[in-house]
């Protein structure tokens, strides 16, 4: 099958979209797929490319993606009402079926209004970014953008892929699409496995020394709890005192706010901001660390809580990071965002620790059992055909 998967950025330093586009295309490849990827230009191209080529190290099939770009669309009304030019054309005529990820950005509703004139099977992805929590963000804006070319893109799609129950919820009540199927995302195992040795990343950042830590792992944004683990690291360390935290990730305007905190609780002296890390170096982190933690505002679908799971590490999130099934699997920790209740769950995974690593095996048994990239890939092989065989092909 001819796949055409259409995105704003592939830099991984704008987050988790970037990656599972990344991801999901090899897993299409190894399939037997032809897949190219389409996204616009780069203002930073440089440093995006050096971004990608560390992300994608190691993901299996991606060498073999085509990739191809479009300048990026300027200007309030360009926005507002893009037009396919002849690249996205071109490109959508040669595929059998669209992926398009995100909502917002003027390429994806370029290549939405190509497929509809060519009558070409679209699946639109919104990662999250048609739940109520973000719509609730600059709302006047969406609100117009969904009653221009946004909307008839999110409308005019064959089937939208939800990662969670939760994010079906929220395109059911939004009356977005008659037709919404849920697939998760997923992980390599033959990415992780075998783990890294432990003690590598203790290697690698000798500071650390033989003390426990904790570990935060994504993009260092306001809404992702950084203030809250704060707060809970504070309060561990006084019946911990060897306790670390190591925040990993790129900057998305949470880092001064952070180091600021750190001055005022008097801990920054036990926190290391090492930056963003990829591949095998994340993994090695996550293998080493007394526990993962993403106290987050809110969550489509966290590959690092997944990828946290698969390598065997005690996970402790929010109710709003919308993976109850660690809880139902009793695989993991879900607590109210509060620096009071992390703590108090930081606490617990320090001082039972095998109570902890009990749970953490039933997350990579919940791992291998339901979020690998093969089985997200045959899932949606199966929605492509099946939009695919409902589509009267063009001329």
Same mark, same amino acid.
């Given at each position: 099958?001819?796949?055409?998967?259409?995105?704003?950025? *592939?830099?991984?330093?704008?987050?988790?979209?970037?990656?599972?586009?990344?991801?999901?295309?090899?897993?299409?490849?190894?399939?037997?797929?032809?897949?190219?990827?389409?996204?616009? /230009?780069?203002?930073?191209?440089?440093? +995006?490319?050096?971004?990608?080529?560390?992300?994608? +190290?190691?993901?299996?099939?991606?060498?073999?993606?085509?990739?191809?770009?479009?300048?990026?669309?300027?200007?309030?009304?360009?926005?507002?009402?893009?037009?396919?030019?002849?690249?996205?054309?071109?490109?959508?005529?040669?595929?059998?079926?669209?992926?398009?990820?995100?909502?917002?950005?003027?390429?994806?509703?370029?290549?939405?209004?190509?497929?509809?004139?060519?009558?070409?099977?679209?699946?639109?992805?919104?990662?999250?970014?048609?739940?109520?929590?973000?719509?609730?963000?600059?709302?006047?804006?969406?609100?117009?953008?969904?009653?221009?070319?946004?909307?008839?893109?999110?409308?005019?799609?064959?089937?939208?892929?939800? *990662?969670?129950?939760?994010?079906?919820?929220?395109?059911?009540?939004?009356?977005?699409?008659?037709?919404?199927?849920?697939?998760?995302?997923?992980?390599?195992?033959?990415?992780?496995?075998?783990?890294?040795?432990?003690?590598?990343?203790?290697? +690698?950042?000798?500071?650390?020394?033989?003390?426990?830590?904790?570990?935060?792992?994504?993009?260092?944004?306001?809404?992702?709890?950084?203030?809250?683990?704060?707060?809970?690291?504070?309060? /561990?360390?006084?019946?911990?005192? /060897?306790?670390?935290?190591?925040?990993?990730?790129?900057?998305?305007? /949470?880092?001064?706010?952070?180091?600021?905190?750190?001055?005022?609780?008097?801990?920054?002296?036990?926190?290391?901001?090492?930056?963003?890390?990829?591949?095998?170096?994340?993994?090695?982190?996550?293998?080493?660390?007394?526990?993962?933690?993403?106290?987050?505002?809110?969550?489509?679908?966290?590959?690092?809580?997944?990828?946290?799971?698969?390598?065997?590490?005690?996970?402790?999130?929010?109710?709003?990071?919308?993976?109850?099934?660690?809880?139902?699997?009793?695989?993991?920790?879900?607590?109210?965002?509060?620096?009071?209740?992390?703590?108090?769950?930081?606490?617990?995974?320090?001082?039972?620790?095998?109570?902890?690593?009990?749970?953490?095996?039933?997350?990579?048994?919940?791992?291998?059992?339901?979020?690998?990239?093969?089985?997200?890939?045959?899932?949606?092989?199966?929605?492509?055909?099946? *939009?695919? +065989?409902?589509?009267?092909?063009?001329?």
């Amino acid at each position: 099958m001819q796949i055409l998967h259409v995105i704003g950025s *592939l830099d991984p330093a704008q987050g988790g979209p970037s990656s599972v586009a990344v991801a999901i295309t090899g897993a299409q490849i190894l399939r037997g797929d032809s897949v190219t990827v389409l996204s616009q /230009a780069e203002s930073d191209l440089a440093r +995006a490319e050096a971004g990608l080529t560390k992300a994608s +190290a190691g993901i299996p099939g991606f060498e073999r993606v085509q990739r191809c770009t479009v300048p990026a669309i300027t200007g309030k009304l360009a926005m507002l009402w893009p037009k396919p030019d002849a690249t996205v054309r071109q490109l959508v005529r040669a595929a059998d079926v669209l992926h398009i990820h995100g909502a917002w950005e003027p390429v994806l509703a370029q290549a939405a209004q190509a497929a509809a004139e060519l009558g070409k099977p679209t699946v639109l992805t919104p990662h999250g970014m048609l739940d109520t929590w973000a719509l609730a963000r600059k709302p006047l804006k969406k609100k117009i953008a969904l009653n221009l070319a946004y909307g008839r893109m999110i409308r005019g799609a064959g089937a939208i892929q939800a *990662l969670s129950e939760h994010e079906r919820e929220c395109i059911v009540a939004g009356k977005f699409n008659r037709r919404t199927e849920i697939v998760p995302n997923g992980v390599f195992l033959e990415q992780i496995d075998p783990l890294p040795a432990r003690g590598a990343f203790r290697a +690698a950042h000798p500071e650390l020394g033989q003390d426990p830590y904790v570990l935060f792992l994504a993009r260092l944004h306001p809404g992702k709890g950084l203030s809250i683990i704060a707060e809970a690291v504070a309060e /561990a360390l006084r019946s911990y005192p /060897a306790l670390r935290w190591v925040v990993a990730g790129p900057d998305h305007g /949470a880092q001064q706010a952070l180091v600021l905190q750190l001055a005022r609780l008097g801990i920054a002296e036990r926190v290391h901001l090492v930056g963003p890390i990829y591949d095998r170096a994340k993994f090695a982190a996550m293998v080493d660390a007394a526990c993962f933690m993403l106290p987050s505002e809110h969550e489509g679908f966290s590959m690092s809580i997944v990828e946290a799971m698969a390598c065997g590490v005690p996970v402790i999130i929010s109710p709003e990071c919308h993976f109850s099934q660690l809880a139902a699997s009793d695989a993991g920790l879900i607590v109210p965002r509060t620096g009071a209740a992390n703590a108090q769950a930081l606490i617990s995974v320090l001082r039972n620790p095998h109570e902890a690593a009990t749970r953490a095996s039933r997350a990579r048994r919940l791992v291998e059992e339901r979020y690998t990239w093969s089985a997200v890939a045959s899932q949606l092989g199966a929605l492509y055909k099946s *939009l695919a +065989a409902g589509r009267a092909r063009p001329t």
